[in-house]
């Protein structure tokens, strides 16, 4: 058996840099200090062998015996086959390491395991062929095994395959998936169809089963949130401060947004106890429950009511009859008055005028007809 590729004896730190080059092949700047890394062809096949080695002249003297035989050299210092390149590239704890990666971005537990299903789907299509040994063809085969998500599916690969490259295990030129075009997206629906009527959307929520999915829709449903931005509060990323300003203020939400802010968005009792319970839970209603769920619930009503369609209805319902609820005793000008009177664009406005700690709460008539009789009662 030959031995075409080795993986790293040890992860590689995500703030690892490449710094220069050595004659074995390029050197990685980590927080222990500079790290040999061997990178050669031997025979039509690719070797990379992170080496743990204290200075430039050990790593020569790894490069001599590496090339007096690089199958028993790896044998006797890695102790791993594989039988094409960059086939370890697939492995479990590659993909593991990927996705502790993306959470350390911030990104949602149900978006990264959902990104995971769809790479490891990849995977399984491409027989967990070597990415290097990969053509564009071969990846456009894949997808059309497949009946739906190819915009997922592209943008999940491509997020695996940039990390790859990010570090240091994959080169652009031998990544086929950078030439992979993301497809466009299309309005598909109107407006009239993202906007539901008060009566359907209180059939649907009282026949959703499950408390997370109601909890989950009621606050989609009632702030217009992004489903992300319910999903990042529910995990604990974001945080509830109660307030009970009398003047219809319960709590403040604080959650971070996918742009790096952490806007604050006010809320009624009511839909405090409901992001309370998800927390409480560890997690809100995957996107795929939720889903599930809203088309069993929209049943006889001759539309099936889409999650993804509740921010655009709160937002078409607040234009028409949206109510500012404000602190009791407020005073001061609004935001957007003083920008305008500085002359400040819209960006300033942002970045300097958002640090109000009770914001006004901004409420659709929706709250108060979304019943079932299992909801717990409101403290």
């Given amino acids: 058996m030959t031995i075409a ?29 500079p790290k040999y890394v061997i990178e050669k062809m031997v025979a039509g096949h690719r070797y990379v062998v992170h080496l743990d080695v204290p200075s430039e002249a050990r790593a020569l003297l790894e490069l001599k015996a590496f090339r007096a035989d690089p199958v028993r050299y790896v044998d ?4 791993e086959r594989e039988t094409a390149p960059k086939a370890s590239l697939w492995s479990d704890q590659t993909l593991d390491d990927w996705e502790k990666a993306k959470l350390a971005e911030g990104c949602t537990a149900e978006y990264v395991g959902s990104c ?3 790479v490891e789907d990849w995977r399984k299509a491409l027989n967990k062929r070597a990415i290097a040994s990969l053509k564009l063809a071969d990846l456009q085969r894949a997808l059309k095994t497949w009946n739906g998500g190819r915009k997922f599916r592209i943008i ?23 030439s992979l075009a993301v497809p466009t997206s299309k309005a598909t629906k109107s407006i009239e169809e993202r906007s539901y009527r008060t009566e359907d959307l209180v059939t649907v929520y009282g026949r959703l089963e499950s408390q997370a999915c109601r909890d989950t829709f009621f606050l989609r449903a009632t702030l217009g949130m992004h ?4 999903c990042r509060l529910a995990e ?5 401060e109660v307030v009970e300003d009398p003047g219809g203020i319960y709590a403040v939400a604080v959650f971070p947004h996918k742009n790096g802010s952490a806007p604050r968005l006010s809320l009624s009792r009511r839909q405090y106890w409901a992001a309370k319970r998800l927390q409480d839970r560890g997690g809100a209603a995957s996107s795929s429950t939720l889903y599930e769920a809203l088309v069993k619930a929209s049943k006889g009503l001759g539309a099936v009511i889409h999650a993804g369609s509740l921010r655009h209805n709160w937002a078409t319902r607040a234009l028409e009859e949206g109510q500012e609820i404000f602190p009791e005793g ?3 000008l609004d935001r957007q008055a003083v920008a305008e009177q500085l002359g400040h664009s819209p960006a300033t406005n942002k970045k300097y005028y958002s640090g109000v700690r009770i914001p006004p709460r901004r409420a659709i008539p929706l709250e108060d007809v979304l019943i079932h009789p299992d909801d717990p009662p409101t403290p």
Avoid: F
């Fill in 5 to 33: 590729a080795v993986s790293p004896l040890r992860p590689v730190s995500p703030q690892a840099t490449w710094v220069g080059k050595w004659a074995g092949g390029r050197i990685r700047a980590t927080a222990e200090g």
């Fill in 156 to 178: 999940a690969l491509k997020s695996y395959t940039g990390w790859l490259r990010d570090q240091g295990l994959l080169k652009r030129a031998e990544d086929p998936s950078d």
């Fill in 330 to 332: 407020k005073k001061g």
């Fill in 236 to 240: 604990g990323k974001g945080r509830l």
């Fill in 116 to 118: 995971r299903n769809y």
């Fill in 76 to 79: 006797l210092h890695r102790g």
């Fill in 227 to 230: 489903g992300t931005e319910v």
